[in-house]
């Protein structure tokens, strides 16, 4: 069913020719409007501090972002990675022209309670399709990474909690829940692996490890951590790599024998987001049936791999495992995740919110799921990607400071030899009119939208080598 939704006849984007030729850079990036703007946020809200400039949505186009002092940025990172097909794609405004969503601009429904009537028929067109076929049913919500993320430990804990006592609940189990102690609230852990990154709430912080200024502050469960192998890219060019993976397993393999509490779930990143590391399908396939040993449940989130930027749909699609639960956000615009049916809870309101979905966001996805069909992007993002990784390599090679280049399709990064020197290759990326991101103080990540194709590219790599 998927893959009938991104075939399609055209072999590449035929958007580029709607985009400007180049970056067009006027002033410094943040300029003197984005400044005054700035200016103007802080004390406004709380979080002014992570802005880097004041965006023009309505001039922006394709893959370049116009910001408020009128600069064209070619825009590798594409809002946080959240971005699919770029800016006021014309197929995507077209459709939605047609799209009957003048109703959920109105009211937007809370769909734990009162959903539209046609809810369940759009969910099973446009959502359901897009997930692996042994997941069949869908929890959908509020819209970020963090609420699909959160929810989808709790179904899994639901479900070793209902494997381990029943369904049907004792007043003592009640009772006790009330009071915040076993049997009723259960001394369950979640297994995470070393660097990982899942969010900033205060229960995906204790399964997240890959910034300390995130979790410095906070309280936080205390909950075992794997290693993560420490690979060395291209992966299948060092034969240390396998020594590597072999101790990761075996130290995995050892927390879950030792824990003196049932780890209910593993949590995996296909492609850990802030280092973008990542092992060989070996791997994965062995972790995963360490998890299954011990009865835990595959927790794979996708928030930021999924719809398309490696090359395949779905990034965990690379490594030939099935998840139990795959978490989606970011890019497909709503978020929620594919489950097993025996992941249902057994009692109405063990998981809850007011919206759980988002009719409006739903019609965007299917508008993007419309252009990723008609210009064939995951195979885009695949070969773009392969170029890409290509034009990098030879720059790793005449350029001491980058180094360990590595990614899968779009989702790209490369390190760079301290902090200074990644946020001072951004800046002058930035005054040549690219925009890309930074990770773990000294990695330059990519997270372009699908249709960043090899003119983008060769752009990018032309202003990365005169920068370095």
């Known amino acids: 069913m998927l893959a009938s939704l991104i075939k399609a006849v055209r072999p590449s984007p035929q958007f580029v020719k709607y985009e400007p030729k180049g970056p067009i850079v006027k002033t410094a990036v943040p300029g003197p409007e984005s400044l005054a703007l700035l200016n103007e946020y802080e004390g406004l809200t709380q979080d002014f501090r992570t802005v880097r400039f004041f965006a023009d949505y309505q001039k922006s186009i394709g893959n370049y972002v116009v910001d408020a002092d009128g600069n064209t940025l070619l825009d590798a ?9 770029g800016y006021n794609h014309p197929l995507f405004l077209s459709f939605l022209e047609q799209a009957n969503i003048r109703p959920h601009l109105i009211h937007r429904s809370a769909c734990a309670v009162n959903p539209s009537s046609d809810w369940a028929l759009k969910l099973k067109n446009t959502l359901l399709p897009l997930g692996p076929e042994s997941l069949s049913e869908i929890f959908m919500s509020c819209g970020c990474g963090i609420g699909a993320t959160e929810n989808a430990m709790k179904a899994a804990s639901i479900w070793y909690y209902k494997n381990q006592y029943g369904v049907d609940f004792t007043p003592e189990q009640i009772k006790t829940t009330i009071e915040g102690k076993p ?17 900033r709430s205060i229960g995906l912080l204790s399964v997240s490890s890959s910034s300390g200024i995130d979790k410095v502050d906070f309280p936080s469960f205390k909950w075992p951590r794997a290693p993560f192998p420490k690979e060395k890219y291209p992966i299948t060019s060092y034969s240390e790599n396998k020594a590597q993976e072999s101790q990761a397993l ?27 590391y990542y092992a060989s399908p070996q791997y994965y396939q062995q972790l995963q049936s360490i998890a299954k040993e011990f009865k835990a449940a595959v927790i794979v989130d996708e928030t930021y791999s999924g719809v398309g930027i490696t090359g395949k749909f779905w990034a965990h699609q690379h490594w030939g495992i099935q998840p139990d639960i795959l978490v989606f956000s970011k890019k497909a615009q709503v978020s929620g995740y594919f489950a097993k049916p025996e992941f249902r809870p057994p009692h109405a309101f063990m998981m809850m919110g007011t ?6 966001r739903l019609a965007q996805l299917q508008g993007v799921m419309n252009v990723i069909s008609c210009e064939n992007l995951v195979d885009s993002a695949s070969s773009t990607g392969e170029y890409l990784l290509s034009g990098l390599t030879a720059i790793q090679t005449k350029r001491d400071k980058l180094a360990n280049v590595r990614g899968l399709g779009l989702h790209i990064a490369f390190d760079m030899p301290d902090k200074a020197s990644a946020w001072g290759l951004c ?20 997270r372009p939208s699908l249709i960043f194709g090899k003119a983008h590219a060769d752009i990018f790599l032309d202003a990365l080598d005169a920068s370095l």
């Open 427 to 446: 800046k002058k990326l930035l005054e040549k009119g690219v925009h890309v991101g930074v990770a773990k103080d000294n990695v330059i990540q990519l």
């Open 250 to 276: 075996e130290a995995t393999r050892k927390i879950f024998q030792t824990s003196k509490v049932p780890i209910v779930g593993l949590l995996i990143e296909p492609i850990q987001n802030e280092g973008t």
């Open 183 to 199: 049997p009723g609230i259960p001394d369950y852990a979640f297994l995470s692996l070393e660097g990982a990154y899942h969010g």
């Open 77 to 85: 990172y594409a809002l946080n990675a959240s971005l699919p097909i």
């Open 355 to 360: 919206w759980c979905g988002d009719p409006l």
